[in-house]
Structure formats: structure tokens, C-alpha cells
């Protein structure tokens, strides 16, 4: 979508968005601008209308639909997280000082900052579904309303019977 519109706006187009951005603060538009890049639209009955931006051409709206609806998404992760390492250190042979790879033990490195909010940290998604008061009476960690579950859960413990805390309830 960001391509289309950036194909096509040209240099008067950007320009004229940029001074209507900035109108809202200062007050002031490009009528020049406006009367060429602008057709007016009536919003209602009452004489009221609006200034749009012209279509590069009649059917745009339309075209910019089906390209879009034929776009395949996919995201290609180009990044392995962990793999080994290829640790070099220096070390003097024969009084020389020598860049040599490491070849004992096996080393692992992570690649990638794993502090971040990635898709490769665990998601947590609440599910609410409504269930009879006899499920929620067998379960009633999982009711989410606080003020009922702190209630409910307090009855139990004082030894209160199901069939008194549905009549409390």
C-alpha cells in the first residue's frame, strides 16, 4: 500500500499534504495547491463539503484493491539464533604471536537479542468463554471477574457447601 501511494504522489501532492499538516496549527492553506490537486465533495444536505485529493486516474481505487488482494505475505526468518561459535584468540608459537581458531569444547552463541519483544518468547492469550455456575464452582481460579472470584474463593475456604454459596451467589 505504502509503494502505491508513493508511486503515486508526486511533488505537489506531497507538498500540498505537508502545508495542509501544518495549516492546522497555523491557519493558513494553499488554495493554489488545492484547486489543482483537490476536487470538492459534498459530506451532506446542509451545503458542508470536504476537499479530497484527486485519483491518478478513474478506476484507482478499484485497481489498488485487486493488486493488494493479490499480495501474498510470508515472513522468511534469514537469522538462525543459536549456532556455533568460530572463536579465534591469540597465542604465541615460537615467540610469535599467532591468531589460532578454537578446536576444544563445544561452543554455542546466540545471534540474536532474545530481550526483545519477538515472536520467539512465550505468548500468553486469556480465553473468556461463558460456562454454567456449576463449571465455575469446579474451577474458580479461572473466573476472571476479581470482585466474585476473591468472594467465591473465600467461601471456600470457610468450608461453605456448593449448594450455599449458589444460594449466597
Given at each position: 500500500?505504502?509503494?502505491?501511494?508513493?508511486?503515486?504522489?508526486?511533488?505537489?501532492?506531497?507538498?500540498?499534504?505537508?502545508?495542509?499538516?501544518?495549516?492546522?496549527?497555523?491557519?493558513?492553506?494553499?488554495?493554489?495547491?488545492?484547486?489543482?490537486?483537490?476536487?470538492?465533495?459534498?459530506?451532506?444536505?446542509?451545503g458542508?463539503?470536504?476537499?479530497?485529493?484527486?485519483?491518478?486516474?478513474?478506476?484507482?481505487?478499484?485497481?489498488?484493491?485487486?493488486?493488494?488482494?493479490?499480495?501474498?505475505?510470508?515472513?522468511?526468518?534469514?537469522?538462525?539464533?543459536?549456532n556455533?561459535?568460530?572463536?579465534?584468540?591469540?597465542?604465541?608459537?615460537?615467540?610469535?604471536?599467532?591468531l589460532?581458531?578454537?578446536?576444544?569444547?563445544?561452543?554455542?552463541?546466540?545471534?540474536?537479542?532474545?530481550?526483545?519483544?519477538?515472536?520467539?518468547?512465550?505468548?500468553?492469550l486469556?480465553?473468556?468463554?461463558?460456562?454454567?455456575?456449576?463449571?465455575?464452582?469446579?474451577?474458580?481460579?479461572?473466573?476472571?471477574?476479581?470482585?466474585?472470584?476473591?468472594?467465591?474463593?473465600?467461601?471456600?475456604?470457610?468450608?461453605?457447601?456448593?449448594?450455599?454459596?449458589?444460594?449466597?451467589?
Amino acid at each position: 500500500m505504502d509503494a502505491i501511494v508513493i508511486a503515486c504522489a508526486n511533488r505537489n501532492i506531497v507538498n500540498y499534504l505537508n502545508n495542509e499538516s501544518a495549516s492546522r496549527k497555523a491557519k493558513i492553506s494553499r488554495h493554489d495547491l488545492q484547486a489543482i490537486l483537490c476536487d470538492k465533495v459534498r459530506t451532506d444536505d446542509k451545503g458542508n463539503y470536504q476537499w479530497r485529493v484527486k485519483k491518478p486516474w478513474d478506476t484507482f481505487t478499484q485497481d489498488v484493491y485487486v493488486a493488494l488482494e493479490n499480495i501474498i505475505v510470508s515472513f522468511k526468518q534469514n537469522l538462525r539464533v543459536i549456532n556455533k561459535t568460530s572463536n579465534y584468540y591469540w597465542h604465541y608459537e615460537n615467540g610469535k604471536k599467532v591468531l589460532v581458531k578454537q578446536v576444544k569444547g563445544d561452543s554455542w552463541a546466540i545471534r540474536k537479542t532474545m530481550h526483545k519483544d519477538t515472536v520467539f518468547g512465550e505468548v500468553n492469550l486469556r480465553k473468556v468463554k461463558s460456562v454454567s455456575l456449576n463449571e465455575a464452582l469446579k474451577n474458580p481460579q479461572f473466573i476472571v471477574e476479581k470482585d466474585l472470584k476473591r468472594q467465591l474463593l473465600s467461601l471456600l475456604q470457610q468450608n461453605f457447601d456448593i449448594k450455599k454459596i449458589k444460594k449466597i451467589l
